[in-house]
């Protein structure tokens, strides 16, 4: 009788050890049958976004940045982004202020920096040229550091990755037709 039960006992252990086995295995094969395969890691320093925008929500962008970054200068000015670029300001003139109003024409460079060539100008009912109004408000403006104020060329060029933004974050324009309200950007995120 000693015999049944030391059978009985080392069966009933091999079916045991026989379903753990079953069970581990499963347990560790893949779940198709296929191998894993392992996603290629970014190579890069920065990772890119596309996007695309209009008018009126880049307006109220361009103007929260400027108020920041010229919230200690004594001079109050805004761009309204319309069929133009439209610059207003104002200038000190004696004891009084005139208005200034300065209009351009946004062109997007290929190395994703953005050219604003002058169109029309106008201080209150003055004519002045063109090239004194833009020295005295590269002069007396506080710009953000990337905005470079060319008086003799007639423009202003904005260099887009030096722009301070948050994160580091730098920004290419790749598009800018104010007409069409066709504004695309590229975003380069740092991700070391």
Request: net charge positive; hydrophobic share 40%.
């Amino acid at each position: 009788m000693k015999n049944k039960w030391k059978i009985g006992f080392l069966l009933l252990l091999g079916i045991n050890l026989l379903f753990a086995i079953i069970i581990i295995s499963l347990a560790m094969a893949p779940s198709n049958g296929k191998e894993i395969s392992k996603l290629k890691s970014p190579t890069g320093e920065q990772v890119s976004f596309h996007v695309k925008s209009n008018k009126y929500d880049l307006n109220r962008l361009i103007n929260h940045y400027l108020k920041e970054e010229a919230a200690d200068s004594s001079i109050d000015y805004r761009v309204i982004l319309g069929d133009e670029v439209e610059l207003y300001g104002t200038l000190p003139f004696f004891s009084e202020k005139l208005n200034l109003k300065l209009t351009f024409e946004p062109i997007a460079q290929k190395n994703g920096d953005l050219v604003l060539e002058q169109q029309s100008m106008s201080v209150g009912k003055l004519h002045l040229p063109i090239s004194y109004v833009l020295n005295f408000i590269s002069e007396n403006y506080k710009l953000p550091k990337g905005v470079d104020i060319r008086p003799n060329d007639h423009l202003v060029y904005i260099h887009m990755q030096q722009l301070k933004l948050k994160s580091n974050l730098k920004i290419k324009a790749d598009k800018f037709d104010l007409k069409k309200d066709d504004i695309t950007f590229t975003i380069l995120v740092p991700v070391k």
